[in-house]
Nanobody, 120 residues
Framework: QVQLVESGGGLVQPGGSLRLSCAASGSIFSINAMGWYRQAPGKQRELVAGITVSGDTKYADSVKGRFTISRDNAKNTVYLQTNSLQGEDTAVYYC??????????????WGQGIQVTVSS
């Protein structure tokens, strides 16, 4: 059994910052790619940022220069530092990870989602 648990969301004023965390736990052998997605009301879920096991990153154009993804492989955790937040960043943010479990199978896991609201 593998779980991804997000934390760090909340209400922030425009221009503010939040640091999201996502910790994976359970019968983990290794974690490959990890990423953050978001879904705003009435919109499709979209990729925000991704990071490979070696640290290569990619970002949605809308967040480049404002958001930074990182990971701590020893803690099985991925982070998303969000700066200069704007109203259009308001969404439920989801963590996703490609994880190889102890029996050798590689599966795609999602967190339960965490709300980020940018409002004055």
């Amino acid at each position: 059994q593998v779980q991804l648990v997000e934390s760090g969301g909340g209400l922030v004023q425009p221009g503010g910052s939040l640091r999201l965390s996502c910790a994976a736990s359970g019968s983990i052998f290794s974690i490959n790619a990890m990423g953050w997605y978001r879904q705003a009301p009435g919109k499709q879920r979209e990729l925000v940022a991704g990071i490979t096991v070696s640290g290569d990153t990619k970002y949605a154009d809308s967040v480049k220069g404002r958001f930074t993804i990182s990971r701590d492989n020893a803690k099985n955790t991925v982070y998303l530092q969000t700066n200069s937040l704007q109203g259009e960043d308001t969404a439920v943010y989801y963590c996703r990870a490609l994880i190889q479990i102890m029996d050798g199978a590689e599966n795609d896991y999602w967190g339960q989602g965490i709300q980020v609201t940018v409002s004055s």
